[in-house]
T-cell receptor, first 114, second 111 residues
Framework: DVKVTQSSRYLVKRTGEKVFLECVQD?????MFWYRQDPGLGLRLIYF???????EKGDIPEGYSVSREKKERFSLILESASTNQTSMYLC?????????????FGSGTRLTVV | AQSVTQLGSHVSVSEGALVLLRCNYS??????LFWYVQYPNQGLQLLLK??????LVKGINGFEAEFKKSETSFHLTKPSAHMSDAAEYFC?????????FGAGTRLTVKP
């Protein structure tokens, strides 16, 4: 089974801090994604990546950046955290094609910005 | 652009009753459709998916969904609810690898 590991389950940061959320997959999947989840809004796509050093903006990229230096690791960066970035962040990887086509999610990081 | 709409943010059923969670999609190309379940403090787990094969898709835990192109729907059903089905359910659509999710439906099961 594919495993997607997010380094922290809970995180509390101060306004203005630079925050790194890490996601690591143990398969050779090229596609990785970052979503944030908020009540009543479902999951919204922040950034995604189809290959190393490649990134694409999703629907709500403002205030975020990403880094993908190695295939297995996809990092989400909050350059200057703000209280409206308090949310659950979910990383996902995707297997393209075949019977296992679809996403596998990490357990999520609940970030609180105070 | 692709999107999904889940009708009803909260659904409450009695144990043993039919579960029906509604999802309508919008996609300019043939879609792939998914249902995910999320239990408290956990990530999303795949329930089932439609990938242009059979229109009636069976998933885990007794859930199934039917793809109806004419209605642009992919509703999730289970004949008999169990207490352990209480969770949040998300419908999702993709046609080009980046997935879009509905706002979610929280299912409550009453004893």
């Amino acid at each position: 089974d594919v495993k997607v590991t997010q380094s922290s389950r809970y995180l509390v940061k101060r306004t203005g801090e630079k925050v790194f959320l890490e996601c690591v997959q143990d398969m050779d999947h090229e596609n990785m994604f970052w979503y944030r989840q908020d009540p009543g809004l479902g999951l919204r796509l922040i950034y995604f990546s189809y290959d190393v050093k490649m990134k694409e903006k999703g629907d709500i990229p403002e205030g975020y950046s990403v880094s993908r230096e190695k295939k297995e690791r996809f990092s989400l960066i909050l350059e200057s955290a703000s209280t409206n970035q308090t949310s659950m962040y979910l990383c996902a990887t995707m297997e393209q094609g075949g019977p296992n086509y679809g996403y596998t999610f990490g357990s999520g990081t609940r970030l609180t910005v105070v | 652009a692709q999107s999904v709409t889940q009708l009803g943010s909260h659904v409450s059923v009695s144990e043993g009753a039919l579960v029906l969670l509604r999802c309508n999609y919008s996609s300019s190309v043939p879609p792939y459709l998914f249902w995910y379940v999320q239990y408290p403090n956990q990530g999303l787990q795949l329930l089932l998916k439609y990938t242009s094969a059979a229109t009636l898709v069976k998933g885990i835990n007794g859930f199934e969904a039917e793809f109806k192109k004419s209605e642009t729907s992919f509703h999730l059903t289970k004949p008999s609810a169990h207490m352990s089905d209480a969770a949040e359910y998300f419908c999702a659509v993709t046609s080009n690898n980046d997935m879009r999710f509905g706002a979610g439906t929280r299912l409550t099961v009453k004893p």
